[in-house]
Protein backbone atom coordinates (compact mmCIF):
# COMPACT_ATOMS: atom_id res chain seq x y z
CA UNK A 1 0.00 0.00 0.00
CA UNK A 2 1.07 3.38 -1.09
CA UNK A 3 2.37 5.91 2.62
CA UNK A 4 3.34 8.92 3.23
CA UNK A 5 7.25 9.04 3.36
CA UNK A 6 8.09 11.94 5.36
CA UNK A 7 6.68 15.43 6.50
CA UNK A 8 8.32 17.24 3.81
CA UNK A 9 7.16 20.90 5.04
CA UNK A 10 4.87 22.60 6.98
CA UNK A 11 2.74 26.34 6.49
CA UNK A 12 2.44 28.49 8.76
CA UNK A 13 -0.33 31.86 8.80
CA UNK A 14 1.90 34.37 10.05
CA UNK A 15 0.98 37.97 11.13
CA UNK A 16 4.52 39.65 11.03
CA UNK A 17 6.77 38.07 8.85
CA UNK A 18 9.57 40.49 9.75
CA UNK A 19 10.11 39.09 13.17
CA UNK A 20 9.27 35.80 12.56
CA UNK A 21 12.44 35.99 10.16
CA UNK A 22 14.98 37.28 13.19
CA UNK A 23 13.24 34.76 15.02
CA UNK A 24 14.29 32.01 12.51
CA UNK A 25 17.34 33.07 11.41
CA UNK A 26 18.62 34.72 14.50
CA UNK A 27 17.68 31.93 16.90
CA UNK A 28 17.13 29.06 15.01
CA UNK A 29 19.43 29.31 12.54
CA UNK A 30 17.50 28.55 9.93
CA UNK A 31 18.29 29.89 6.55
CA UNK A 32 15.42 32.72 4.51
CA UNK A 33 14.79 31.40 0.91
CA UNK A 34 12.77 32.70 -1.74
CA UNK A 35 10.35 35.29 -0.68
CA UNK A 36 7.12 36.17 -2.93
CA UNK A 37 4.65 39.28 -2.01
CA UNK A 38 3.61 38.00 1.34
CA UNK A 39 5.95 35.18 1.91
CA UNK A 40 8.83 34.01 2.72
CA UNK A 41 10.49 30.40 2.62
CA UNK A 42 12.56 29.04 5.46
CA UNK A 43 15.75 26.57 4.50
CA UNK A 44 16.73 23.86 6.53
CA UNK A 45 18.98 21.73 4.30
CA UNK A 46 19.31 21.75 0.56
CA UNK A 47 15.57 21.86 0.18
CA UNK A 48 14.17 24.96 -1.47
CA UNK A 49 11.90 25.24 1.56
CA UNK A 50 11.02 23.88 4.49
CA UNK A 51 9.10 26.08 6.54
CA UNK A 52 6.59 28.67 4.81
CA UNK A 53 5.28 31.77 6.00
CA UNK A 54 2.50 33.43 4.65
CA UNK A 55 1.08 36.69 5.98
CA UNK A 56 -2.10 36.19 7.69
CA UNK A 57 -4.10 36.67 10.55
CA UNK A 58 -4.09 33.14 11.71
CA UNK A 59 -0.83 32.76 13.60
CA UNK A 60 -1.51 29.04 13.56
CA UNK A 61 -0.32 26.10 11.43
CA UNK A 62 -2.07 26.22 7.79
CA UNK A 63 -0.99 23.25 6.13
CA UNK A 64 1.10 20.36 6.49
CA UNK A 65 3.33 18.75 3.53
CA UNK A 66 4.07 15.06 3.22
CA UNK A 67 6.37 13.98 0.75
CA UNK A 68 6.05 10.81 -1.70
CA UNK A 69 9.26 9.39 -3.69
CA UNK A 70 7.37 8.40 -6.19
CA UNK A 71 4.83 10.24 -8.39
CA UNK A 72 2.99 6.78 -8.86
CA UNK A 73 3.02 6.33 -4.71
CA UNK A 74 1.14 10.22 -4.60
CA UNK A 75 -1.42 9.20 -7.18
CA UNK A 76 -2.55 5.90 -5.74
CA UNK A 77 -2.43 7.61 -2.31
CA UNK A 78 -5.10 9.84 -3.43
CA UNK A 79 -7.09 7.63 -5.55
CA UNK A 80 -7.32 5.37 -2.10
CA UNK A 81 -8.54 8.83 -0.51
CA UNK A 82 -10.67 8.95 -3.22
CA UNK A 83 -12.08 5.40 -2.75
CA UNK A 84 -13.04 6.20 0.52
CA UNK A 85 -15.26 9.10 0.26
CA UNK A 86 -12.52 11.87 1.44
CA UNK A 87 -12.64 14.79 0.10
CA UNK A 88 -9.56 15.15 -1.55
CA UNK A 89 -8.41 18.17 -4.42
CA UNK A 90 -5.51 18.43 -6.66
CA UNK A 91 -3.77 21.30 -6.30
CA UNK A 92 -3.35 24.25 -9.37
CA UNK A 93 0.03 25.29 -10.61
CA UNK A 94 0.43 28.37 -8.35
CA UNK A 95 -0.41 26.59 -5.23
CA UNK A 96 2.45 23.71 -6.15
CA UNK A 97 5.23 26.86 -6.94
CA UNK A 98 4.49 28.44 -3.55
CA UNK A 99 5.13 25.35 -2.12
CA UNK A 100 8.33 24.62 -4.11
CA UNK A 101 7.06 21.20 -5.34
CA UNK A 102 6.14 19.32 -8.97
CA UNK A 103 2.35 18.76 -7.85
CA UNK A 104 0.17 18.78 -4.85
CA UNK A 105 -2.92 17.45 -3.40
CA UNK A 106 -4.94 18.88 -0.47
CA UNK A 107 -7.70 17.32 1.82
CA UNK A 108 -8.82 18.60 5.40
CA UNK A 109 -7.74 18.07 8.90
CA UNK A 110 -10.80 17.53 11.74
CA UNK A 111 -8.65 20.28 13.81
CA UNK A 112 -8.75 23.14 11.20
CA UNK A 113 -6.12 23.17 9.02
CA UNK A 114 -5.27 21.08 6.03
CA UNK A 115 -2.72 18.26 4.38
CA UNK A 116 -0.98 18.49 1.34
CA UNK A 117 0.25 15.87 -0.51
CA UNK A 118 3.07 16.07 -2.95
CA UNK A 119 5.83 14.72 -5.16
CA UNK A 120 9.11 16.53 -6.44
CA UNK A 121 10.26 19.43 -4.00
CA UNK A 122 12.57 21.88 -5.50
CA UNK A 123 16.34 21.50 -4.02
CA UNK A 124 18.12 25.03 -4.24
CA UNK A 125 20.88 25.35 -6.76
CA UNK A 126 24.33 24.42 -5.88
CA UNK A 127 25.47 28.00 -5.87
CA UNK A 128 23.43 28.83 -2.66
CA UNK A 129 23.78 25.63 -0.04
CA UNK A 130 22.44 25.50 3.00
CA UNK A 131 24.83 27.45 5.54
CA UNK A 132 23.91 28.77 9.23
CA UNK A 133 26.02 30.71 11.09
CA UNK A 134 24.65 29.78 14.45
CA UNK A 135 25.26 25.99 14.24
CA UNK A 136 27.86 24.73 15.68
CA UNK A 137 27.27 20.84 14.29
CA UNK A 138 26.43 19.66 10.74
CA UNK A 139 23.01 21.18 10.59
CA UNK A 140 19.28 20.18 11.23
CA UNK A 141 18.51 16.36 10.52
CA UNK A 142 16.22 16.37 7.74
CA UNK A 143 16.43 13.88 4.71
CA UNK A 144 14.66 10.63 4.20
CA UNK A 145 12.96 11.68 7.96
CA UNK A 146 11.60 14.78 7.05
CA UNK A 147 11.93 18.74 8.41
CA UNK A 148 10.91 17.48 11.73
CA UNK A 149 6.95 17.08 13.44
CA UNK A 150 3.93 18.87 14.63
CA UNK A 151 0.99 18.07 17.30
CA UNK A 152 -1.52 19.70 16.50
CA UNK A 153 -4.55 19.89 19.35
CA UNK A 154 -7.07 17.50 18.90
CA UNK A 155 -10.74 19.04 19.28
CA UNK A 156 -12.32 15.38 19.58
CA UNK A 157 -9.17 12.81 20.50
CA UNK A 158 -10.96 9.96 19.28
CA UNK A 159 -11.85 11.26 15.91
CA UNK A 160 -8.81 12.65 15.27
CA UNK A 161 -6.49 9.57 16.04
CA UNK A 162 -8.95 7.81 13.48
CA UNK A 163 -8.12 10.15 11.05
CA UNK A 164 -4.51 10.37 11.47
CA UNK A 165 -4.15 6.53 11.28
CA UNK A 166 -7.29 5.16 9.01
CA UNK A 167 -7.60 7.94 6.62
CA UNK A 168 -3.71 9.44 6.35
CA UNK A 169 -2.10 5.50 7.07
CA UNK A 170 0.21 7.00 9.61
CA UNK A 171 1.52 4.11 12.20
CA UNK A 172 0.98 4.31 15.46
CA UNK A 173 4.28 4.62 17.34
CA UNK A 174 3.31 4.54 20.95
CA UNK A 175 1.54 6.86 24.00
CA UNK A 176 1.22 8.65 27.15
CA UNK A 177 -1.23 9.31 29.82
CA UNK A 178 0.02 11.43 32.03
CA UNK A 179 -2.17 13.02 34.87
CA UNK A 180 1.15 14.59 36.44
CA UNK A 181 2.54 17.77 34.38
CA UNK A 182 -0.63 19.69 33.65
CA UNK A 183 -2.16 20.25 36.68
CA UNK A 184 -6.28 19.10 37.26
CA UNK A 185 -5.86 17.61 34.16
CA UNK A 186 -4.73 14.10 32.27
CA UNK A 187 -3.52 14.57 29.28
CA UNK A 188 -3.82 11.81 26.49
CA UNK A 189 -1.24 11.96 23.53
CA UNK A 190 -0.78 9.70 20.67
CA UNK A 191 2.50 9.70 18.20
CA UNK A 192 2.54 8.62 14.83
CA UNK A 193 5.03 7.98 12.44
CA UNK A 194 5.48 6.94 8.58
CA UNK A 195 7.33 4.43 6.90
CA UNK A 196 10.65 6.34 6.95
CA UNK A 197 11.07 5.91 10.98
CA UNK A 198 11.01 9.65 12.65
CA UNK A 199 9.53 8.40 15.79
CA UNK A 200 7.19 10.68 15.44
CA UNK A 201 5.84 13.19 12.44
CA UNK A 202 2.88 13.76 13.83
CA UNK A 203 1.38 13.76 17.38
CA UNK A 204 -1.47 14.55 18.74
CA UNK A 205 -2.88 15.50 21.80
CA UNK A 206 -6.78 16.44 24.31
CA UNK A 207 -5.41 19.29 25.97
CA UNK A 208 -6.59 23.05 26.77
CA UNK A 209 -4.58 24.87 24.39
CA UNK A 210 -5.26 28.54 22.12
CA UNK A 211 -3.98 27.16 18.66
CA UNK A 212 -4.75 24.43 16.30
CA UNK A 213 -1.09 23.96 16.81
CA UNK A 214 0.71 23.11 19.75
CA UNK A 215 4.21 23.07 18.96
CA UNK A 216 6.82 21.96 15.72
CA UNK A 217 9.74 20.58 15.91
CA UNK A 218 13.38 20.91 14.62
CA UNK A 219 16.29 18.84 15.06
CA UNK A 220 19.84 19.47 15.17
CA UNK A 221 22.77 17.05 14.88
CA UNK A 222 24.68 18.10 17.67
CA UNK A 223 23.56 17.77 21.16
CA UNK A 224 25.86 21.88 21.95
CA UNK A 225 23.54 23.12 19.63
CA UNK A 226 20.58 23.20 21.55
CA UNK A 227 22.05 24.75 24.43
CA UNK A 228 23.45 27.35 22.28
CA UNK A 229 20.24 28.00 21.05
CA UNK A 230 18.12 27.98 24.33
CA UNK A 231 21.07 30.57 25.91
CA UNK A 232 20.00 32.75 22.53
CA UNK A 233 16.35 32.11 23.38
CA UNK A 234 17.28 33.54 27.02
CA UNK A 235 18.98 36.07 26.24
CA UNK A 236 16.37 37.65 23.55
CA UNK A 237 13.91 36.98 26.67
CA UNK A 238 12.03 34.93 24.62
CA UNK A 239 9.15 33.09 26.70
CA UNK A 240 10.36 29.20 27.52
CA UNK A 241 7.22 26.67 27.64
CA UNK A 242 9.52 23.97 28.64
CA UNK A 243 13.06 24.11 29.51
CA UNK A 244 15.56 21.45 28.93
CA UNK A 245 14.55 18.27 29.30
CA UNK A 246 13.85 14.93 27.79
CA UNK A 247 11.03 12.77 26.70
CA UNK A 248 11.08 8.98 27.48
CA UNK A 249 9.71 7.85 24.22
CA UNK A 250 11.42 9.07 21.67
CA UNK A 251 14.12 10.19 23.69
CA UNK A 252 14.83 13.61 22.62
CA UNK A 253 16.58 15.96 24.78
CA UNK A 254 15.09 19.20 23.66
CA UNK A 255 13.30 22.83 25.05
CA UNK A 256 10.21 24.78 23.92
CA UNK A 257 10.45 28.61 22.84
CA UNK A 258 7.33 30.29 22.45
CA UNK A 259 7.52 31.69 18.72
CA UNK A 260 6.20 34.79 17.19
CA UNK A 261 2.67 33.44 16.43
CA UNK A 262 2.00 31.82 20.22
CA UNK A 263 2.92 28.32 19.33
CA UNK A 264 5.56 26.29 20.39
CA UNK A 265 8.61 25.33 18.68
CA UNK A 266 10.63 22.25 19.91
CA UNK A 267 14.52 22.81 19.07
CA UNK A 268 15.85 19.32 20.15
CA UNK A 269 18.93 16.61 19.88
CA UNK A 270 18.67 12.91 19.86
CA UNK A 271 15.69 11.60 18.56
CA UNK A 272 15.15 7.78 17.42
CA UNK A 273 14.58 6.49 14.42
CA UNK A 274 11.93 3.45 14.17
CA UNK A 275 12.79 -0.26 12.64
CA UNK A 276 9.26 -1.49 12.21
CA UNK A 277 10.47 -4.83 12.84
CA UNK A 278 11.41 -4.62 16.09
CA UNK A 279 9.57 -1.99 17.30
CA UNK A 280 6.90 -2.52 20.23
CA UNK A 281 4.06 0.19 21.10
CA UNK A 282 3.81 1.09 24.46
CA UNK A 283 2.17 3.39 26.79
CA UNK A 284 4.08 5.84 28.98
CA UNK A 285 2.70 7.76 32.33
CA UNK A 286 4.97 10.86 31.71
CA UNK A 287 5.43 13.33 28.99
CA UNK A 288 9.00 13.91 30.23
CA UNK A 289 11.64 11.59 32.36
CA UNK A 290 13.20 14.74 33.64
CA UNK A 291 13.64 18.49 33.29
CA UNK A 292 10.73 20.45 30.35
CA UNK A 293 9.66 22.14 33.51
CA UNK A 294 8.10 25.80 32.26
CA UNK A 295 10.26 28.66 32.52
CA UNK A 296 9.72 32.34 34.34
CA UNK A 297 8.10 34.91 31.76
CA UNK A 298 11.62 37.02 31.16
CA UNK A 299 10.96 40.70 32.76
Known sequence: MSELS??????????????????????????????????????MDEHAQRILLVEGHDDDIAAAGWQFDTRDDLEAYVERLTASRIAVHEGDRALAESRQVECVYVCDDPNGFTHEFYFGPTHASISTPFRSPLLKGAGFETGRLGMGHILPVARDYAQSLDFYRNVLGLRVS?????????????????????????????????????KRLHHVLVQVQDMDDVGMAYDRCV??????????????????????????SGFGLEYGYGG?????NAWEVKNYSQLS?????PQPAAQ
Open 272 to 276: IVIDD
Open 6 to 43: SLGYVVFSVSDLARWEAFAAGILGLMPGRRAPGMLGLR
Open 174 to 210: DTIRDSHTVPGATVDATFFHTRTGRHHSLATMAMPFP
Open 289 to 293: DWGHR
Open 235 to 260: KAGLRIHAGLGHHPNDRMFSFYVETP
